[in-house]
Structure formats: structure tokens, C-alpha cells
């Protein structure tokens, strides 16, 4: 156990921030999630509007400091991709 004051402080504010991350991880996976399910389903235009809020999700993140900006980047990329792969084929 910490004995400096200072060093108690950091735990609780550790402590804090970690179980605001854990929220925002939460979201960030279910909206990718959804983003996928539409995919798969066809639904063009749901899965548009589902990426749309999963990579304002992504990017507060990332604003955050909760994930790193390329992490954000590189997930809004892959389902953007698979977005496109289904429209290109229908």
C-alpha cells in the first residue's frame, strides 16, 4: 500500500480513469460489432449509419487518449473496406 499522499492520489485517479476506459472500450467494440452484423445482413444503408457513429465513437477515443489515433484509423479503415467490398459486389 502507498504511503505518500501524493502516491494515494494517483491510485484513485488511476483508478478512475481506468474504469472510464473500460466503458469506452466497451462501446467502441459494440459498435464495430454492429458496423458488422449490417455488413453481413446487406444492409447498406443501416451499416452506413452504424459506421458513421462507430467512427465518431473511435475518434473520441482516440481524441481521449484511450486509444492510439492509428488504431482508430486502422478500424474505421478495415470496415470502411468491408463497407465497400459489399457495395462493389451488389
Known amino acids: 500500500m502507498a504511503n ?3 502516491s494515494k492520489k494517483r491510485i484513485r485517479s488511476n483508478k478512475r480513469k481506468y474504469m472510464r476506459n473500460i466503458v469506452v472500450k466497451s462501446s467502441i467494440k459494440t459498435a464495430i460489432k454492429k458496423v458488422e452484423q449490417a455488413i453481413e445482413q446487406g444492409e447498406l444503408k443501416l451499416a452506413e449509419e452504424k459506421l458513421s457513429e462507430a467512427a465518431s465513437i473511435l475518434d473520441s ?3 481521449k487518449g484511450i486509444i492510439h489515433k492509428n ?3 486502422r478500424n474505421k479503415s478495415r470496415l470502411t473496406k468491408k463497407l465497400n467490398a459489399i457495395k462493389n459486389a451488389a
Open 71 to 73: 488504431n482508430s484509423s
Open 61 to 63: 477515443a482516440a481524441a
Open 4 to 6: 505518500l499522499k501524493s
